[in-house]
């Protein structure tokens, strides 16, 4: 490994790093200083030039995305930033609000400047009590400090307020039109799009959500400059020109069987195999891994031996998996049915569906029973057409659903019918059984 | 009498100005009542439609959406205990956490104890998977937590 000094992670586990004298005494804010020194278009040319990528999971270049923007609005526009973080491994949007809030906050003041946004709200599920405190806690101490409200840090009409607003308890959320449904107090039900939230979206205003880490990274940016930023990750494939390339360090996320699961950092580009032996310490047990999920359970799988993949917004592709997703790994060893996988991923997106389109919701619901029978041993080989069937059928792919999480629901399977179907012709033929501990119990 | 206090009013009414209509302050409001009284009654929801100029239909479409809401029919108890049995957690031991769990305090998911103490619930994933198996107390994540570990923080729970 080439050495790379963590900087998302650079305060992270330094006492008090979540209060705004410790953060500024480490170089906090300085991104802002030389944010503010530009023009708001200089911001925005400066995030575009770098090739910043959404860190949330779609990898939209950031920078682009704000240029969507109407010229001249007479206002208000507004800022979303998703903290609903629900993708099933992930966890890095957490460790950077609770541990460096001011982080992102920066990132978030940044953003707000370079699109004229006065009203900033930071949509974070309620689960997730620590980070709403700590970040509560560090917008109170900017507003006592004059680095937000009126004139933010003395810049003449430079207005911004920022307001936490707490989910409560629905994954769809992170979903970004649902999540501006949510913040309006309705249920999340995703919109036909377009129009895009950049013309039409928080109180039918023009509206840019971004995600936590791209915030971070928005921060370093405007600190370090674009050509540090560029200095590390993929670059575009020139032969294909729908690349935009991989650039800047990336919050990994590595859980299930390895022996130090963790939230690690390196540029993008990594491969599995790299994150789960020189950061994760293996897989637990002295087993071998049977597979992983590359970027959160929607992307699909991998299988041990497609560990090479590099985790970019383009090798997973290449593997017929979805994305690079959230760059969640989750890794199962060489002794888990892989039906278990299976259904434990049919289950969620089937309790997540938010019921808006029929074959989300009916789709989900019957993937999920047809492999609760195929885990009783009850299965018929012909169930596994039924799951293909169901997959094609469901998503943005085909064409069935408003939005993405019918794909991220249809995925796994895809990918288990590609690459496990002999386990799973195996399982079915000779009728073997796994315990659903949670059936066993009734209610759900 | 009405069911939602003056204070209570007065904290909702507090956060209008973050909004450019009342409607968006639903789920603000849905939580600081549910938070006092430990579910969403019928007349809550008329006195929240009131005070938001929404019909209480609007509230109720809401409310029904969120997995988090309780009517007074399922009323939490002082605590709620939710066990992660996504797939990270799943992997680690969540599920068996969570059977443990219901074994123990003779509780079916979502189920909450006859003294009214706990509420136990599964939930997705909460975020937490460096830590898993893991669980929230309330808005209080704990992770790698054992099942002996799981019982004795909710045996020390205070009433």
């Known amino acids: ?444 | 009498m009405p069911m939602l206090s003056p204070a209570l009013r007065e904290r909702i009414q507090a956060l209008f100005p973050r909004y450019p209509n009342k409607q968006a302050v639903t789920l603000p409001a849905l939580h600081m009542v549910q938070d006092e009284l430990r579910c969403v009654p019928a007349e809550a929801i008329r006195e929240i439609a009131e005070l938001l100029e929404l019909h209480p239909a609007q509230v109720h479409d809401t409310l029904s959406f969120y997995g988090f809401f309780r009517d007074p029919d399922r009323k939490l108890g002082q605590h709620r205990v939710w066990v992660c049995r996504s797939l990270p957690c799943m992997l680690r031991g969540g599920e068996e956490l969570l059977a443990h769990l219901c074994g123990k305090l003779h509780l079916r998911p979502g189920e909450t104890s006859t003294d009214g103490k706990v509420t136990l619930e599964f939930a997705e994933c909460l975020g937490a998977c460096e830590g898993a198996p893991c669980l929230l107390v309330n808005d209080d994540c704990h992770l790698s937590v054992t099942p002996q570990q799981a019982e004795e923080m909710i045996a020390g729970l205070g009433s």
Request: with cysteine; hydrophobic share 35%; charged share 25%.
């Open chain 1, 1 to 444: 490994m080439p050495t790379f000094e963590p900087v998302l992670l650079r305060n992270v586990g330094v006492k008090d790093s979540h209060t705004l004298a410790v953060y500024r005494e480490r170089g906090g804010y300085r991104g802002l200083d030389k944010a503010l020194a530009l023009s708001p278009a200089q911001v925005v040319d400066a995030v575009k030039a770098s090739g910043l990528r959404g860190r949330g999971g779609a990898g939209f270049p950031t920078g682009v995305k704000w240029t969507f923007l109407p010229k001249d609005h007479p206002g208000p526009i507004y800022m979303c930033i998703n903290a609903d973080e629900s993708e099933p491994g992930t966890f890095n949007n957490r460790i950077l609000m609770e541990e460096d809030p001011h982080q992102v906050l920066e990132g978030m003041i940044i953003g707000c400047y370079a699109t004229r946004a006065t009203t900033a709200y930071l949509y974070i599920r309620y689960e997730y009590g620590h980070s709403y405190r700590r970040l509560q806690a560090a917008i109170d101490e900017l507003y006592a400090a004059g680095m937000l409200g009126r004139n933010v840090c003395g810049k003449d009409g430079f207005h911004l307020d920022i307001y936490l607003h707490r989910g409560a308890g629905a994954y769809i959320c992170g979903e970004e039109t649902g999540l501006i449904e949510s913040l309006e107090g309705k249920r999340a039900w995703p919109r036909i799009k377009p129009p895009f939230p950049a013309i039409e979206g928080a109180f039918r205003k023009p509206t840019v959500v971004n995600n936590i880490e791209t915030m971070a990274c928005v921060t370093h940016i405007l600190n370090l400059g674009v050509e540090w930023f560029k200095s590390m990750g993929i670059p575009a494939d020139p032969k294909n020109p729908r690349d935009a390339g991989s650039f800047g360090p990336k919050l990994y996320c590595v859980s299930g069987h390895v022996n130090k699961p963790g939230c690690y950092e390196a540029p993008l580009g990594l491969t599995v195999r790299q994150l789960i032996d020189d950061f994760a310490g293996g897989v637990w047990k002295g087993r071998k891994a049977k597979g992983c999920i590359p970027g959160g359970l929607s992307m699909g799988f991998l299988t041990e031996a497609e560990f090479d993949c590099k985790l970019d917004f383009a090798d997973p592709g290449k593997y017929r998996c979805l994305g690079l997703g959230t760059a969640a790994v989750i890794v199962f060893d060489d002794q888990t049915p892989i039906v278990d996988v299976l259904y434990n991923s049919c289950r969620f997106f089937s309790h997540e569906s938010c019921g808006q389109c029929t074959p989300c919701r009916e789709g989900t619901s019957w993937m999920t029973k047809i492999l609760a029978r195929i885990r009783r041993g009850e299965g018929e080989l012909s169930d596994l057409e039924v799951l293909g069937d169901v997959e094609r059928g469901i998503g943005l792919t085909p064409g069935t659903t408003i939005c993405g999480l019918a794909d991220g629901a249809a995925w796994p399977v895809k990918n288990a019918l590609q690459k496990f179907r002999p386990e799973l012709e195996d399982w079915i033929r000779n009728k073997r059984t796994s315990v659903d501990v949670l059936a066993a119990l009734g209610g759900h």
